[in-house]
Protein backbone atom coordinates (compact mmCIF):
# COMPACT_ATOMS: atom_id res chain seq x y z
CA UNK A 1 0.00 0.00 0.00
CA UNK A 2 2.37 2.67 -1.08
CA UNK A 3 -0.43 4.99 -1.55
CA UNK A 4 -0.48 5.47 2.44
CA UNK A 5 2.32 7.87 1.89
CA UNK A 6 0.06 9.99 0.30
CA UNK A 7 -3.17 10.47 2.62
CA UNK A 8 -2.51 14.08 2.83
CA UNK A 9 -2.22 14.86 -0.60
CA UNK A 10 -5.35 12.68 -1.48
CA UNK A 11 -6.98 14.31 1.39
CA UNK A 12 -6.26 18.22 0.01
CA UNK A 13 -7.02 17.08 -3.40
CA UNK A 14 -10.50 15.71 -2.51
CA UNK A 15 -11.55 18.52 -0.05
CA UNK A 16 -10.58 21.18 -2.49
CA UNK A 17 -13.39 19.43 -4.70
CA UNK A 18 -16.10 18.48 -1.77
CA UNK A 19 -15.38 22.92 -1.03
CA UNK A 20 -16.59 22.99 -4.90
CA UNK A 21 -19.53 20.23 -4.63
CA UNK A 22 -20.73 21.84 -1.24
CA UNK A 23 -20.97 25.54 -3.19
CA UNK A 24 -24.41 24.36 -4.78
CA UNK A 25 -25.39 23.85 -1.31
CA UNK A 26 -24.38 26.92 1.23
CA UNK A 27 -21.74 29.75 0.44
CA UNK A 28 -21.34 29.97 4.01
CA UNK A 29 -17.92 31.01 5.28
CA UNK A 30 -17.96 29.25 8.62
CA UNK A 31 -18.87 26.45 7.42
CA UNK A 32 -16.84 26.17 4.08
CA UNK A 33 -13.79 28.43 6.07
CA UNK A 34 -14.05 25.87 9.22
CA UNK A 35 -14.36 22.52 6.75
CA UNK A 36 -11.00 24.22 4.88
CA UNK A 37 -9.34 24.69 8.55
CA UNK A 38 -10.01 21.62 9.70
CA UNK A 39 -8.58 19.49 6.33
CA UNK A 40 -5.59 21.87 6.76
CA UNK A 41 -4.73 20.36 10.44
CA UNK A 42 -5.43 17.14 9.58
CA UNK A 43 -3.34 17.33 6.61
CA UNK A 44 -0.43 18.99 8.69
CA UNK A 45 -0.84 16.15 11.29
CA UNK A 46 -0.49 13.56 8.83
CA UNK A 47 2.52 15.28 7.32
CA UNK A 48 3.87 15.71 10.61
CA UNK A 49 3.70 12.14 11.80
CA UNK A 50 4.21 10.03 8.80
CA UNK A 51 7.49 8.09 7.85
CA UNK A 52 10.49 10.45 6.69
CA UNK A 53 13.03 9.31 4.59
CA UNK A 54 11.56 7.22 1.52
CA UNK A 55 10.86 7.37 -1.92
CA UNK A 56 7.54 7.18 -3.90
CA UNK A 57 6.15 8.16 -7.79
CA UNK A 58 8.68 11.48 -8.37
CA UNK A 59 8.45 12.43 -5.09
CA UNK A 60 11.59 11.86 -2.24
CA UNK A 61 10.15 12.70 1.51
CA UNK A 62 12.44 13.53 4.13
CA UNK A 63 12.13 15.55 7.49
CA UNK A 64 13.95 18.56 5.66
CA UNK A 65 11.39 18.13 3.00
CA UNK A 66 8.51 17.94 5.37
CA UNK A 67 9.60 20.69 7.56
CA UNK A 68 9.06 22.67 4.55
CA UNK A 69 5.35 21.22 3.36
CA UNK A 70 4.33 22.16 7.20
CA UNK A 71 5.50 25.68 6.59
CA UNK A 72 3.10 25.80 3.26
CA UNK A 73 0.33 24.45 5.57
CA UNK A 74 0.79 27.02 8.15
CA UNK A 75 0.86 29.45 5.84
CA UNK A 76 -2.03 29.13 4.65
CA UNK A 77 -4.05 28.39 8.09
CA UNK A 78 -3.27 31.55 9.19
CA UNK A 79 -5.18 33.61 6.71
CA UNK A 80 -7.97 31.29 6.44
CA UNK A 81 -10.33 33.39 9.31
CA UNK A 82 -9.10 36.99 8.25
CA UNK A 83 -10.25 35.84 5.04
CA UNK A 84 -14.06 36.04 6.12
CA UNK A 85 -13.80 39.61 6.46
CA UNK A 86 -11.72 40.77 3.16
CA UNK A 87 -13.87 38.38 0.65
CA UNK A 88 -17.43 39.35 -0.43
CA UNK A 89 -19.05 35.90 -1.89
CA UNK A 90 -18.18 32.92 -3.61
CA UNK A 91 -16.63 31.41 -0.32
CA UNK A 92 -16.40 27.93 -2.10
CA UNK A 93 -14.51 28.52 -4.62
CA UNK A 94 -11.98 30.95 -2.60
CA UNK A 95 -11.72 27.65 -0.03
CA UNK A 96 -11.54 25.38 -3.02
CA UNK A 97 -8.31 27.43 -4.55
CA UNK A 98 -6.83 27.53 -0.89
CA UNK A 99 -6.82 23.89 -1.05
CA UNK A 100 -5.57 23.11 -4.66
CA UNK A 101 -2.98 25.49 -3.91
CA UNK A 102 -1.99 23.66 -0.66
CA UNK A 103 -1.61 20.68 -2.80
CA UNK A 104 0.62 22.24 -5.34
CA UNK A 105 2.86 23.92 -2.13
CA UNK A 106 3.11 20.04 -0.58
CA UNK A 107 4.16 18.73 -3.90
CA UNK A 108 6.75 21.08 -4.31
CA UNK A 109 8.21 20.53 -1.10
CA UNK A 110 8.63 17.03 -1.50
CA UNK A 111 10.18 16.99 -5.32
CA UNK A 112 13.41 17.48 -6.74
CA UNK A 113 12.21 16.82 -10.24
CA UNK A 114 12.05 20.37 -12.24
CA UNK A 115 9.26 19.64 -14.21
CA UNK A 116 7.34 18.43 -11.63
CA UNK A 117 8.68 21.46 -9.39
CA UNK A 118 7.63 23.99 -12.18
CA UNK A 119 4.15 22.70 -12.76
CA UNK A 120 3.62 22.66 -8.94
CA UNK A 121 4.91 26.42 -8.61
CA UNK A 122 2.64 27.23 -11.68
CA UNK A 123 -0.20 25.16 -9.80
CA UNK A 124 0.56 28.13 -7.04
CA UNK A 125 0.81 30.77 -9.38
CA UNK A 126 -2.38 30.29 -11.49
CA UNK A 127 -4.19 29.91 -7.95
CA UNK A 128 -2.95 33.38 -7.12
CA UNK A 129 -3.66 35.42 -9.48
CA UNK A 130 -7.42 34.09 -9.06
CA UNK A 131 -6.86 35.05 -5.25
CA UNK A 132 -5.33 38.60 -6.23
CA UNK A 133 -8.39 39.57 -8.60
CA UNK A 134 -11.35 37.84 -6.55
CA UNK A 135 -13.90 40.90 -5.39
CA UNK A 136 -13.35 41.91 -8.64
CA UNK A 137 -13.24 45.57 -7.43
CA UNK A 138 -10.79 47.78 -9.83
CA UNK A 139 -7.69 47.74 -7.66
CA UNK A 140 -8.14 43.83 -7.38
CA UNK A 141 -8.50 43.41 -11.04
CA UNK A 142 -5.35 46.16 -11.47
CA UNK A 143 -3.74 44.26 -9.34
CA UNK A 144 -3.58 40.54 -10.54
CA UNK A 145 -2.76 42.45 -13.81
CA UNK A 146 0.10 43.37 -13.07
CA UNK A 147 0.97 40.04 -11.19
CA UNK A 148 0.13 37.98 -14.05
CA UNK A 149 1.89 40.09 -16.81
CA UNK A 150 4.99 39.92 -15.07
CA UNK A 151 4.95 36.14 -14.02
CA UNK A 152 4.51 35.25 -17.25
CA UNK A 153 7.88 36.81 -17.51
CA UNK A 154 9.23 34.84 -14.68
CA UNK A 155 7.59 32.11 -16.38
CA UNK A 156 9.61 32.40 -19.55
CA UNK A 157 12.94 32.80 -17.82
CA UNK A 158 12.18 29.63 -15.75
CA UNK A 159 11.72 27.82 -18.95
CA UNK A 160 14.78 28.66 -20.27
CA UNK A 161 16.83 27.92 -16.59
CA UNK A 162 15.06 24.31 -16.65
CA UNK A 163 16.33 23.95 -20.46
CA UNK A 164 19.71 24.88 -20.15
CA UNK A 165 20.11 22.86 -17.05
CA UNK A 166 18.70 19.87 -19.28
CA UNK A 167 20.96 20.48 -21.71
CA UNK A 168 23.98 20.46 -19.08
CA UNK A 169 23.15 17.72 -16.84
CA UNK A 170 21.01 15.59 -19.29
CA UNK A 171 18.24 15.02 -16.39
CA UNK A 172 15.36 17.08 -14.77
CA UNK A 173 15.96 15.53 -11.84
CA UNK A 174 18.38 17.41 -8.78
CA UNK A 175 19.55 14.17 -6.90
CA UNK A 176 20.86 12.77 -10.08
CA UNK A 177 22.29 16.13 -11.21
CA UNK A 178 24.56 16.16 -7.54
CA UNK A 179 25.67 12.61 -7.80
CA UNK A 180 26.85 13.72 -11.37
CA UNK A 181 28.13 17.10 -10.12
CA UNK A 182 31.87 16.63 -11.80
CA UNK A 183 31.06 18.44 -14.79
CA UNK A 184 33.60 21.04 -14.36
CA UNK A 185 32.80 24.44 -15.44
CA UNK A 186 29.75 24.84 -17.66
CA UNK A 187 28.51 27.58 -19.52
CA UNK A 188 25.37 26.52 -20.32
CA UNK A 189 25.11 25.55 -15.98
CA UNK A 190 25.80 29.05 -15.41
CA UNK A 191 23.00 30.21 -17.78
CA UNK A 192 20.43 28.04 -16.16
CA UNK A 193 21.86 29.73 -12.99
CA UNK A 194 20.82 32.61 -14.04
CA UNK A 195 17.60 32.18 -15.31
CA UNK A 196 16.21 30.27 -13.11
CA UNK A 197 17.19 33.06 -10.55
CA UNK A 198 15.90 35.58 -12.66
CA UNK A 199 12.99 33.39 -12.80
CA UNK A 200 11.89 32.62 -9.33
CA UNK A 201 13.61 36.33 -8.22
CA UNK A 202 10.39 37.81 -9.51
CA UNK A 203 8.14 35.70 -6.96
CA UNK A 204 10.56 36.42 -4.49
CA UNK A 205 11.10 40.29 -5.17
CA UNK A 206 14.80 40.12 -5.43
CA UNK A 207 15.83 43.46 -6.78
CA UNK A 208 15.34 44.68 -9.54
CA UNK A 209 12.59 41.79 -10.43
CA UNK A 210 10.26 43.60 -7.71
CA UNK A 211 8.37 46.06 -9.37
CA UNK A 212 5.36 43.78 -9.33
CA UNK A 213 5.23 43.19 -5.60
CA UNK A 214 4.12 46.43 -4.52
CA UNK A 215 1.37 47.27 -6.60
CA UNK A 216 -0.09 43.81 -6.24
CA UNK A 217 0.41 43.99 -2.26
CA UNK A 218 -1.53 47.21 -2.27
CA UNK A 219 -4.25 46.26 -4.65
CA UNK A 220 -5.11 42.59 -3.42
CA UNK A 221 -7.60 41.94 -0.53
CA UNK A 222 -5.83 41.59 3.20
CA UNK A 223 -5.99 38.22 3.13
CA UNK A 224 -4.46 37.81 0.45
CA UNK A 225 -1.72 40.27 0.20
CA UNK A 226 -0.54 38.25 3.60
CA UNK A 227 -0.55 34.91 1.62
CA UNK A 228 1.38 36.47 -1.42
CA UNK A 229 4.06 38.07 1.06
CA UNK A 230 4.60 34.62 3.14
CA UNK A 231 3.67 31.30 1.47
CA UNK A 232 3.85 32.21 -2.58
CA UNK A 233 7.07 33.64 -1.95
CA UNK A 234 8.76 31.02 0.42
CA UNK A 235 7.67 27.94 -2.02
CA UNK A 236 10.10 29.86 -4.88
CA UNK A 237 12.30 30.10 -2.41
CA UNK A 238 12.65 26.59 -1.38
CA UNK A 239 12.70 25.72 -4.92
CA UNK A 240 15.72 28.51 -5.98
CA UNK A 241 17.43 27.22 -2.51
CA UNK A 242 17.35 23.08 -3.27
CA UNK A 243 18.10 24.11 -7.23
CA UNK A 244 21.17 25.95 -5.90
CA UNK A 245 22.26 23.54 -3.69
CA UNK A 246 21.77 20.21 -5.86
CA UNK A 247 21.72 21.59 -9.04
CA UNK A 248 24.68 23.73 -9.49
CA UNK A 249 28.32 23.90 -8.35
CA UNK A 250 28.66 26.21 -5.58
CA UNK A 251 32.59 26.54 -5.87
CA UNK A 252 32.35 29.38 -8.29
CA UNK A 253 33.21 32.86 -7.24
CA UNK A 254 30.27 34.07 -9.29
CA UNK A 255 27.41 32.45 -7.48
CA UNK A 256 28.77 34.00 -3.92
CA UNK A 257 29.69 37.44 -5.47
CA UNK A 258 25.75 37.23 -7.43
CA UNK A 259 23.51 36.56 -4.52
CA UNK A 260 25.78 38.80 -2.14
CA UNK A 261 25.34 41.72 -4.21
CA UNK A 262 21.30 40.51 -5.46
CA UNK A 263 21.07 40.47 -1.28
CA UNK A 264 22.99 44.27 -0.83
CA UNK A 265 20.38 45.55 -3.36
CA UNK A 266 17.26 43.95 -2.57
CA UNK A 267 17.72 44.76 1.08
CA UNK A 268 18.79 48.40 0.60
CA UNK A 269 16.16 49.04 -1.95
CA UNK A 270 13.24 47.96 0.54
CA UNK A 271 14.86 49.85 3.36
CA UNK A 272 15.01 52.77 1.79
CA UNK A 273 11.79 52.87 -0.54
CA UNK A 274 9.40 51.91 2.95
CA UNK A 275 11.30 55.16 4.72
CA UNK A 276 9.67 57.82 2.45
CA UNK A 277 6.29 56.16 1.71
CA UNK A 278 3.06 57.10 3.48
CA UNK A 279 1.03 54.52 2.39
CA UNK A 280 0.87 51.43 5.24
CA UNK A 281 0.20 48.52 2.68
CA UNK A 282 3.20 49.62 0.44
CA UNK A 283 5.47 49.86 3.33
CA UNK A 284 5.08 46.30 4.30
CA UNK A 285 5.64 45.60 0.62
CA UNK A 286 8.75 47.42 0.75
CA UNK A 287 9.42 45.53 4.08
CA UNK A 288 8.72 42.28 2.17
CA UNK A 289 11.54 43.20 -0.87
CA UNK A 290 14.02 43.90 2.17
CA UNK A 291 13.20 40.90 4.14
CA UNK A 292 13.42 39.09 0.71
CA UNK A 293 17.35 40.26 0.94
CA UNK A 294 17.70 39.13 4.30
CA UNK A 295 16.63 35.71 3.18
CA UNK A 296 19.08 35.26 -0.41
CA UNK A 297 21.97 35.87 2.13
CA UNK A 298 21.83 32.18 2.65
CA UNK A 299 22.24 31.55 -1.20
CA UNK A 300 25.29 33.80 -0.72
CA UNK A 301 26.71 31.71 2.00
CA UNK A 302 26.02 28.42 0.13
CA UNK A 303 27.93 29.61 -2.91
CA UNK A 304 30.75 30.91 -0.06
CA UNK A 305 31.15 27.32 1.32
CA UNK A 306 34.16 26.32 -0.37
CA UNK A 307 36.57 29.38 0.35
CA UNK A 308 38.90 28.47 2.86
CA UNK A 309 38.11 31.15 4.67
CA UNK A 310 35.32 29.49 6.53
CA UNK A 311 35.82 28.85 10.16
CA UNK A 312 34.42 25.19 10.57
CA UNK A 313 34.32 22.73 8.00
CA UNK A 314 32.18 22.83 4.70
CA UNK A 315 28.94 20.53 5.70
CA UNK A 316 28.57 22.36 9.61
CA UNK A 317 29.05 25.81 7.20
CA UNK A 318 26.45 24.49 4.90
CA UNK A 319 24.08 23.31 7.73
CA UNK A 320 23.55 26.06 9.66
CA UNK A 321 23.00 28.54 6.81
CA UNK A 322 20.01 26.45 5.89
CA UNK A 323 18.88 26.04 9.71
CA UNK A 324 18.94 29.63 9.30
CA UNK A 325 16.44 29.61 6.37
CA UNK A 326 14.00 27.31 7.92
CA UNK A 327 13.93 29.61 11.35
CA UNK A 328 13.74 32.52 9.18
CA UNK A 329 10.52 30.95 7.01
CA UNK A 330 8.77 30.03 10.08
CA UNK A 331 9.32 33.43 11.66
CA UNK A 332 8.69 35.13 8.93
CA UNK A 333 5.19 33.79 8.12
CA UNK A 334 4.09 35.34 11.05
CA UNK A 335 5.80 38.62 11.30
CA UNK A 336 4.84 39.24 7.99
CA UNK A 337 1.79 38.05 7.84
CA UNK A 338 0.07 39.42 10.82
CA UNK A 339 0.93 42.72 9.91
CA UNK A 340 -1.03 43.02 6.40
CA UNK A 341 -3.99 41.18 8.23
CA UNK A 342 -3.80 44.04 10.82
CA UNK A 343 -4.73 46.20 7.85
CA UNK A 344 -8.27 44.82 7.62
CA UNK A 345 -8.55 46.75 11.06
CA UNK A 346 -8.72 50.01 9.27
CA UNK A 347 -11.81 50.55 6.97
CA UNK A 348 -10.41 52.00 4.00
CA UNK A 349 -9.28 50.45 0.46
CA UNK A 350 -6.12 52.35 0.82
CA UNK A 351 -4.78 52.24 4.39
CA UNK A 352 -2.85 55.50 4.61
CA UNK A 353 -0.42 55.82 7.77
CA UNK A 354 -2.63 58.15 9.45
CA UNK A 355 -5.23 55.32 9.52
CA UNK A 356 -4.02 53.68 12.52
CA UNK A 357 -4.27 56.57 14.46
CA UNK A 358 -5.89 55.58 18.04
CA UNK A 359 -5.81 52.05 17.02
CA UNK A 360 -4.41 51.26 20.85
CA UNK A 361 -7.25 53.63 22.38
CA UNK A 362 -9.62 51.33 20.38
CA UNK A 363 -7.65 48.05 21.66
CA UNK A 364 -4.63 47.78 23.41
CA UNK A 365 -3.32 44.39 22.38
CA UNK A 366 -4.09 44.52 18.91
CA UNK A 367 -1.79 47.47 18.80
CA UNK A 368 0.46 46.06 21.08
CA UNK A 369 0.75 42.31 19.22
CA UNK A 370 0.78 44.29 15.91
CA UNK A 371 4.18 46.23 17.21
CA UNK A 372 5.63 43.15 18.28
CA UNK A 373 5.32 41.79 14.72
CA UNK A 374 6.69 44.89 13.62
CA UNK A 375 9.76 44.87 15.76
CA UNK A 376 10.41 41.25 15.04
CA UNK A 377 10.33 42.05 11.34
CA UNK A 378 13.31 44.91 12.75
CA UNK A 379 15.17 42.22 14.48
CA UNK A 380 14.78 43.24 17.72
CA UNK A 381 15.47 41.00 20.87
CA UNK A 382 12.92 38.80 22.17
CA UNK A 383 11.11 38.29 19.11
CA UNK A 384 10.97 35.52 16.60
CA UNK A 385 12.53 38.21 13.94
CA UNK A 386 15.67 38.76 16.45
CA UNK A 387 16.45 34.61 16.67
CA UNK A 388 16.03 34.55 13.08
CA UNK A 389 18.23 37.48 12.23
CA UNK A 390 20.79 35.80 15.13
CA UNK A 391 21.28 33.43 13.17
CA UNK A 392 21.84 33.97 9.88
CA UNK A 393 24.29 36.95 10.76
CA UNK A 394 26.42 34.42 13.01
CA UNK A 395 26.20 31.85 10.03
CA UNK A 396 27.75 35.05 7.87
CA UNK A 397 30.36 35.45 10.53
CA UNK A 398 31.87 32.20 11.03
CA UNK A 399 32.42 32.22 7.35
CA UNK A 400 34.59 35.88 8.19
CA UNK A 401 32.49 37.48 5.93
CA UNK A 402 32.12 40.49 8.87
CA UNK A 403 31.50 43.09 5.95
CA UNK A 404 28.39 41.53 4.92
CA UNK A 405 27.40 40.94 8.03
CA UNK A 406 27.96 44.93 9.15
CA UNK A 407 25.98 46.03 5.76
CA UNK A 408 22.71 43.65 6.91
CA UNK A 409 22.70 45.14 10.37
CA UNK A 410 22.85 48.43 9.03
CA UNK A 411 19.92 47.54 7.67
CA UNK A 412 18.37 46.45 10.27
CA UNK A 413 18.80 49.37 11.83
CA UNK A 414 17.26 51.46 8.87
CA UNK A 415 14.53 49.69 9.33
CA UNK A 416 13.63 50.44 12.48
CA UNK A 417 12.65 53.92 11.62
CA UNK A 418 9.81 52.99 9.69
CA UNK A 419 8.79 49.91 11.82
CA UNK A 420 8.86 52.36 15.00
CA UNK A 421 7.28 55.40 12.57
CA UNK A 422 4.13 52.54 12.35
CA UNK A 423 3.56 51.76 16.37
CA UNK A 424 3.78 55.21 17.39
CA UNK A 425 1.30 56.58 14.59
CA UNK A 426 -0.70 52.95 16.78
CA UNK A 427 -0.61 54.79 20.24
CA UNK A 428 -0.99 58.10 19.13
CA UNK A 429 -4.40 59.14 20.92
CA UNK A 430 -5.91 61.67 18.95
CA UNK A 431 -8.49 61.74 15.63
CA UNK A 432 -11.22 59.46 15.18
CA UNK A 433 -10.32 56.72 13.15
CA UNK A 434 -13.13 54.07 13.68
CA UNK A 435 -11.19 49.83 13.12
CA UNK A 436 -12.91 47.35 12.29
CA UNK A 437 -12.69 44.77 15.62
CA UNK A 438 -14.27 41.59 13.80
CA UNK A 439 -12.97 39.39 16.40
CA UNK A 440 -11.59 37.16 13.69
CA UNK A 441 -8.70 39.83 12.75
CA UNK A 442 -8.31 40.93 16.03
CA UNK A 443 -7.78 37.78 17.23
CA UNK A 444 -5.66 36.79 14.61
CA UNK A 445 -3.25 39.58 15.02
CA UNK A 446 -3.17 39.05 18.83
CA UNK A 447 -2.05 35.21 18.27
CA UNK A 448 -0.09 35.39 15.75
CA UNK A 449 2.20 38.10 17.95
CA UNK A 450 1.94 36.13 20.74
CA UNK A 451 3.75 33.00 18.25
CA UNK A 452 6.19 35.74 17.56
CA UNK A 453 6.95 35.88 20.99
CA UNK A 454 7.36 32.38 21.24
CA UNK A 455 9.67 32.29 18.43
CA UNK A 456 11.64 34.75 20.33
CA UNK A 457 12.98 32.19 22.48
CA UNK A 458 12.94 29.05 20.76
CA UNK A 459 16.77 28.31 20.36
CA UNK A 460 15.79 24.51 20.70
CA UNK A 461 13.97 24.61 17.58
CA UNK A 462 17.04 26.22 16.06
CA UNK A 463 19.05 23.35 17.10
CA UNK A 464 16.55 20.84 15.94
CA UNK A 465 16.53 22.39 12.40
CA UNK A 466 20.36 22.20 12.18
CA UNK A 467 19.76 18.48 12.96
CA UNK A 468 17.55 18.20 9.59
CA UNK A 469 18.66 20.59 7.29
CA UNK A 470 19.94 18.44 4.72
CA UNK A 471 18.94 18.74 1.47
Known amino acids: MIYEYLYALILLGLAGFITLAA ?29 KNYSILSLNISSF ?27 DVYYALLLFIALSMVIAAFTYNLIVLFVSFEGVSIGTYVLTAYNKTKRNLEASLKYFMISTIGTSFNIMGIAFFYLSTRTFNLNVAAAD ?7 SLLLALAFITIGFGFKIAIFPMQQWAIDTYDGAPNSVSAFLSTGGKLVAYMILLKFLFLGFIPDYNYVFFFFAILAILTMTYGNLAALMENNLKRILGYSSIAQAGYMILVFALIGYSYYPAVLVSREVFVRFAIASAMFYAIAYIFMKAGPFIAMSLVKSDKVMIDD ?10 TALFLAVMLLSLAGVPLTGGFIAKYFLFFSLIIG ?22 IIIYSYRKEGENDFNMAPGIKYSVIIMGLITLALGVSFALYTYLAGIAII
Request: proline content about 1%; hydrophobic content about 60%.
Open 23 to 51: GIKTDSKRILGGFTFVVLIAAFFILLFQE
Open 65 to 91: DTYWALIFLISIMVVIIPSMNDIKKRF
Open 181 to 187: IGLGFNR
Open 356 to 365: IVGLSKKSRW
Open 400 to 421: NLWWLAVIAIINSAISIFYYFR
